[in-house]
């Protein structure tokens, strides 16, 4: 078991900027690629960001590709996502989640919210016009 919890979520307004961060204490941090999902009210939870364990592999969604920059600091144990130039749109829980610690390779990520494992509380991020 690993507890995830996200911070940085918060009011931003459209253009503007934030960046979310995701703490793993406990086991090494690079056993687990990590994801970033959202869900939006009256939505099904998406995809947003993903990179693998050593952090070289990532992927996007395409609503945020050019605009979100995933990262992690395996030092830290934490996985970071920057969020730039944000819309509306955005608007939403982001949640954080590690899948089973080895399971993925060094550089292989997942897109997919079910081969995840664990999840962080999520925190909320709300952009006004």
């Known amino acids: 078991q690993v507890q995830l919890a996200e911070s940085g979520g918060g009011l931003v307004q459209a253009g503007g900027s934030l960046r979310l961060s995701c703490a793993a204490p406990g086991r090494p941090f690079s056993d687990y690629a990590m994801g970033w999902f959202r869900q939006a009210p009256g939505k099904e939870r998406e995809f947003v960001a993903a990179i693998s364990r050593n952090g070289v592999s990532t992927s996007y969604s395409n609503s945020v590709k050019g605009r979100f920059t995933i990262s992690r600091d395996n030092a830290k144990k934490t996985v970071f996502l920057h969020m730039n130039s944000l819309n509306p749109e955005d608007t939403a829980v982001y949640y954080c989640?590690?899948?089973?610690?080895?399971?993925?390779?060094?550089?292989?990520?997942?897109?997919?919210?079910?081969?995840?494992?664990?999840w962080g509380q999520g925190t909320q991020v709300t952009v006004s016009s």
């Open positions: 989640a590690a899948d089973l610690p080895l399971r993925s390779s060094w550089l292989a990520l997942s897109t997919k919210g079910y081969e995840y494992e664990f």
